[in-house]
């Protein structure tokens, strides 16, 4: 795997659209800058995953044996307050510091070498704690079936639920060689693993609408060495597709798909901190989906698959209910998949 | 015949110093040369097996012995980590899950290499160990034990999986699901439906991974019962019976404070433990 390739990113251009300013101040380390007041905005910068940066501090095993001690009792002791919406427990916790301890160190004979200092380290675990700063915002990267992604605020962080869009692809014969489009990549997963998986002519056009996303998924294709095979675009939905109207050999989308009015409820970790664009899909949930639907008849080819990924159950059943009474002619075997746990997560089918 | 030859000339010829140092020099070497043969003639008893080439799964357990059981799988968990770094094999660990004290009551990984199976599939058994655990205050010595299980790996080719034979269960969050929910807990059970086998894995960042290293423990799980089944209808023709691969049968007792530790499957003793638990010389 490629290593240590620090991130390139910049863009020229505008100012990063936060949906509410941050509660705290995060670490120095963390925090994505960009400067709306000026007129020559600096480029914005993606602060690398924690397991990349360099390790340029040290520390005595002594000491990072109290930052586990400290960091496991407050585990412990605040898991109770934590599990109320659904957040985690304190065995999930403790996990969470072996990783974190796994990321941020590298033992050189008796002392252990750091990516960022101690200090660093007790304020990311108490944001964690305190702020119900998600662990994968903490350590800067998600694992994702066999990839390692860099994920920061403001892209949703791929869901282990999600991994399954990309088998699906994968099932589906014939369209290896073509061009797929992943819309609303966020940071570029399922455009990563569907690139790896196709045939040598295959390619796959990624698009997001948030900026941050469009660095963050440039970023991970970059380190997965797929420029070639995959191409951001930013923009809403299919309006960056114009030029690929009917040529699509494959359309799969993880869009927003929480109801607005469930949105103040979700889990704090999710709630608080992952940004509102990626999860909210209006009033039943079903504004993009919908969008992808009618949009996907325009864009994929005869023969062409797609595969959304819905909030489950009822909204699953609603699309297909949509889609075979009101474009019936447009598609053929549309299917609904389920996830891991049984939830029906998945709308599949083909283009007539 | 040799060494006794030159062991006679070397008293011989006390005054000599150039007689005295040609003969030891070449004493030496006779004994050098006794142990390589000694070593290939050992070598050649051992029965053949045609998955000797093949990468292995090591899984240690603690047995009886509670805490210090727990201890004493994590070192000999370890000593084989570091066997097989000296031998350049690749050591990857499947899973742990830690005692109170940060031993491993289990402990599980996987190692690739050449002839990884072959060189390791004797170390299936009991490993005792003798000593004063960490947890003792009165100093008295406790007998513990560990058992280790070497299996060879098996790949889709050797062991075909049904799907539908599986049972995969998975953390779940209760309510939607998804987008609605951030959690990092990834870990997967897959339960063979057929053989009741089931393997759990916790210890991967992506339920993908987990998933992966489950069905690769699994696959090697059948891979040895079948293998089992094999055997034990093959050996009913054979007389002698080297390494049974009992997974109750005594491979080692290591004795601490004594610095000493027997095999008891050849029954000999090493005088030297800490080179034995550094991954020296497990021969």
């Not at chain 1, 709306?36 to 600096?42: C, D």
Request: proline share 3%.
């Amino acid at each position: 795997m490629s290593r240590l390739r620090l991130p390139l990113l910049s863009s020229a251009s505008t100012t990063l659209r936060r949906r509410r300013s941050p509660r705290s101040s995060y670490s120095s380390g963390a925090v994505i800058t960009s400067s709306s007041a000026s007129h020559h905005t600096p480029p914005l910068k993606l602060q690398s995953p924690l397991f990349l940066r360099p390790l340029s501090h040290s520390a005595s095993p002594s000491a990072l044996l109290s930052f586990r001690r400290w960091a496991e009792s407050l585990a412990r002791s605040s898991a109770a307050d934590l599990t109320f919406d659904g957040g985690p427990s304190s065995s999930e916790l403790i996990r969470e510091i072996s990783w974190l301890l796994q990321d941020a160190t590298s033992q050189d004979g008796d002392t252990f070498l750091l990516r960022t200092d101690l200090e660093d380290l007790y304020r990311l675990w108490r944001q964690r704690i305190e702020e119900r700063r998600p662990f994968q915002y903490i350590v800067g990267c998600q694992h994702w079936r066999d990839l390692v992604l860099a994920v920061s605020e403001g892209v949703l962080i791929p869901r282990p639920e999600t991994e399954e869009i990309v088998n699906l692809a994968a099932r589906v014969e014939g369209l290896q060689d073509g061009m797929w489009a992943d819309l609303g990549t966020g940071s570029g997963a399922i455009a990563i693993a569907i690139a790896r998986m196709l045939g040598e002519n295959g390619k796959v056009v990624a698009t997001d609408l948030s900026e941050m996303a469009v660095e963050v998924a440039q970023f991970n294709v970059g380190r997965y060495k797929l420029e070639n095979k995959v191409e951001i675009r930013q923009g809403s939905w299919f309006e960056p597709l114009q030029d690929l109207q009917g040529k699509l050999s494959g359309l799969v989308s993880n869009p927003p798909y929480i109801p607005s009015s469930h949105i103040h409820g979700l889990q704090a970790e999710v709630g608080r901190h992952e940004p509102s664009l990626a999860l909210d899909g209006g009033e039943n949930g079903t504004d993009h989906l919908l969008r992808l639907c009618e949009g996907s008849i325009s864009s994929l080819k005869p023969g062409g698959f797609f595969a959304f990924e819905t909030n489950g159950d009822k909204q699953s059943e609603q699309i297909v209910d949509f889609m075979t009474t009101q474009w019936s002619n447009s598609f053929h075997d549309i299917k609904i998949e389920a996830d891991f746990a049984g939830i029906k997560r998945f709308v599949t089918g083909f283009r007539r | 015949m040799e060494i006794d030859g030159l062991k006679s000339l070397l008293s011989d010829c006390a005054e000599d110093k150039d007689m005295c140092a040609m003969a030891s020099e070449e004493l030496t070497e006779a004994f050098g040369q006794e142990k390589r043969l000694l070593h290939s003639l050992l070598k050649s008893f051992l029965p053949k097996d045609d998955d000797d080439e093949r990468d292995c799964i090591l899984e240690v357990r603690a047995g009886t012995g509670g805490e210090e059981a727990s201890l004493f799988a994590m070192d000999v968990f370890k000593m084989y980590e570091k066997y097989s770094q000296k031998n350049g094999w690749k050591f990857e660990v499947i899973d742990t899950k830690e005692s109170d004290l940060k031993g491993y009551t289990e402990a599980s990984g996987t190692l690739s290499g050449r002839g990884v199976y072959g060189k390791l599939k004797f170390e299936s058994g009991v490993h005792r160990v003798q000593r004063v655990p960490v947890t003792e205050k009165s100093g008295r010595v406790h007998t513990s034990a560990v058992t280790v299980a070497i299996l060879p790996q098996a790949d889709e080719v050797d062991i075909v999986v049904r799907n539908e034979d599986l049972r995969v269960d998975t953390y779940r969050s209760g309510g939607s699901g998804g987008q609605s929910v951030n959690t990092t807990n990834s870990a997967v059970r897959i339960t063979h439906l057929p053989t009741g086998i089931a393997v759990a894995i916790q210890d991967e960042r992506s339920q993908h991974m987990n998933k992966a290293k489950a069905l690769k423990v699994l696959r090697a799980k059948l891979y040895e019962i079948e293998r089992r089944r094999l055997h034990s209808s093959r050996s009913k023709l054979r007389s002698e019976q080297i390494g049974s691969g009992d997974r109750s049968e005594r491979i080692r007792t290591y004795n601490f404070p004594q610095g000493r530790v027997t095999d008891h499957r050849v029954g000999i003793t090493h005088h030297s433990i800490d080179d034995v638990m550094e991954g020296q010389m497990l021969k």
